[in-house]
């Protein structure tokens, strides 16, 4: 039943947002076109319920326009708010887009990604309240999950298609983050905390590219790249301080990055394609790693 619900809160967002602007007439229609509306119309108190619970669910409001009674989505707030929005709508598109696609199912290939649908909506819960959590956690790095972690959750984030939690660790009184869909046993607690004032989400990692940070200083990096590969670096940057000078064979990208390890593999993952000009530190760094995976084919 909460699943065919929330289908429907995904159908009403990806009709409206499709559409622009849609009378209550027209969504009647198209929701009778639909498989979901299992051949029922759309009554008025049924959409003002839906309406709400969307509101509810995404932060996503939908307003009607006083002079057309047409409904259309709510692009007001903040900027980080309208790219929350405009990240979910764009998320709830595609999952209504691809319900109705079961017919060809066969004929569209997705990613099997770790799911993080069972942990997210605990820690969302966890941000509005400034309650903190308890949790295991399964390190890579670790042959035992660690058990008892208490979190006092800062900020969610997205990266690759998986999410993480970045929150403070109450018994090493460290920021960490963590993935979660290597999280299990997690509840949510009736211990409450203080957001720190000094913690900025947008600051954390606006020197980073990637999931992991670290505290050293932003380093100038300079890149050489390949024509066909620079055309990907303009259309997805690496970072926002990406800036180019185009030559006729190759372009030059520059940044001001803090040196990760995820900056080093996504680098990596580019082959020969990327040219690592500056800082010499980066330069050695992924040298090394280069030399030690030839040698393991010699």
């Not at 027209?26 to 108190?45: D, F, M, Q, T, V």
């Not at 960490?176 to 720190?196: A, C, G, H, V």
Request: net charge neutral.
């Amino acid at each position: 039943m909460i699943r065919n619900l929330v289908n429907r809160y995904v159908w009403l967002v990806d009709t409206i947002s499709r559409y622009g602007r849609i009378s209550l007439k027209e969504l009647n229609n198209a929701w009778l076109r639909s498989e979901i509306s299992e051949g029922k119309p759309l009554a008025r108190r049924t959409f003002f319920h839906y309406r709400d619970a969307v509101e509810e669910m995404f932060d996503i409001n939908i307003q009607c326009d006083k002079a057309t009674f047409e409904y259309y989505i709510d692009d007001a707030g903040s900027e980080s708010n309208a790219r929350l929005r405009a990240w979910l709508v764009d998320s709830v598109s595609m999952s209504g887009m691809l319900s109705n696609a079961h017919d060809i199912s066969e004929r569209i290939i997705l990613e099997n990604v770790p799911s993080a649908r069972e942990h997210l909506p605990v820690v969302i819960d966890a941000l509005k309240q400034n309650r903190r959590i308890r949790f295991s956690y399964k390190s890579y790095t670790r042959s035992q999950p660690t058990d008892g972690i208490t979190l006092e959750p800062y900020f969610v984030k997205i990266f690759k298609q998986l999410w993480y939690v970045i929150g403070l660790n109450v018994k090493d009184g460290m920021i960490k983050t963590y993935s979660l869909d290597r999280i299990s046993r997690l509840n949510l607690l009736q211990e409450t905390f203080t957001m720190p004032g000094e913690v900025s989400p947008a600051d954390f990692f606006k020197d980073c590219f990637g999931i992991i940070t670290n505290q050293n200083s932003p380093k100038r990096i300079v890149l050489r790249v390949e024509p066909t590969q620079a055309k990907y670096f303009r259309a997805l940057p690496l970072h926002h301080s990406q800036r180019e000078e185009i030559h006729d064979n190759y372009s030059i990208f520059s940044y001001m990055m803090r040196i990760t390890y995820d900056l080093k593999e996504e680098l990596m993952s580019h082959g020969a394609s990327v040219e690592v000009l500056e800082p010499v530190e980066l330069k050695t760094l992924i040298r090394t790693e280069l030399e030690q995976a030839l040698s393991n084919y010699q």
